[in-house]
């Protein structure tokens, strides 16, 4: 298994451009999420997903849109991207039964100039 | 929406000593308390976690340990060693989402 994989590694966008993070996983997990981490600010949920289908907001949703049409895939669109959304980004997902962690993406690491 | 808060934010032990970081949430309602251990450029490792019927669990040098009426849970690494060094995260989850602490970045000195 690959787990859980994010691509690009690194991305330069300019301001009020727009750009889609790609987020999979093969572990046929339920739950995935999105989120974003900031120097002295932990890790911030942006938007999470509990089936294909089914989207919600987390703390921080305002600037990103979410879709989950399947399981494995869950693609983080920027709409217009601004500097205050430079940062790193993490997916993540997890089992809806048995244990609760959840398992990390290797993130994208995101600048907006 | 729930509030976690972890200290200290930087912890340096001599290799040998033990280590260990607390954290406190708001939302009584949290049922989870997830431990990750983060390495320069990757993502967060889950390395224990502790539900909220039990008090304490252990997992070789790693224990955590949960007061729920203080609303307060606490990573302790024991013997530590040079490969402990990190930042780490705790969580605390009253469903669907989870709230992280801000991180405490661990040096282990040989």
């Known amino acids: 298994n690959a787990g859980v994989t994010q691509t690009p590694k690194f991305q330069v966008l300019k301001t009020g451009q727009s750009m889609t993070l790609q987020c999979a996983q093969d572990?046929?997990?339920?739950?995935m999420s999105w989120y974003r981490q900031d120097p002295g600010m932990g890790l911030r949920l942006i938007h999470y997903?509990?089936?294909?289908?089914?989207?919600d907001q987390g703390e921080v949703p305002n600037g990103y849109n979410v879709s989950r049409s399947t399981t494995e895939d869950f693609p983080l669109r920027l709409l217009s991207a601004a500097p205050s959304q430079t940062s790193v980004y993490f997916c993540?997902?997890?089992?809806?039964?048995?244990?609760?962690?959840?398992?990390f993406g290797p993130g994208t690491r995101l600048t907006v100039t | 929406g729930e509030n976690v808060e972890q200290h200290p934010s930087t912890l340096s032990v001599q290799e040998g000593d033990s280590a260990v970081i607390k954290c406190t949430y708001s939302?009584?309602?949290?049922?989870?308390f997830p431990w990750y251990k983060q390495e320069l450029g990757k993502g967060p490792q889950l390395i224990i976690d502790?539900?909220?019927?039990?008090g304490e669990k252990k997992d070789q040098r790693i224990a955590v340990t949960l007061n729920k009426t203080a609303k307060h849970f606490s990573l302790h690494i024991t013997e530590t060693q040079p490969e402990d060094s990190a930042v780490y995260f705790c969580?605390?989850?009253?469903?669907?989402?989870?709230?992280f602490g801000t991180g405490t970045s661990l040096t282990v000195i040989p």
């Open positions: 997903s509990v089936g294909a289908g089914i989207t």
């Open positions: 502790i539900r909220s019927n039990v």
């Open positions: 993540a997902s997890r089992s809806a039964g048995g244990t609760l962690g959840q398992y």
């Open positions: 939302d009584s309602a949290s049922n989870y």
């Open positions: 969580a605390a989850s009253p469903g669907n989402q989870f709230y």
């Open positions: 572990m046929n997990h339920e739950y």
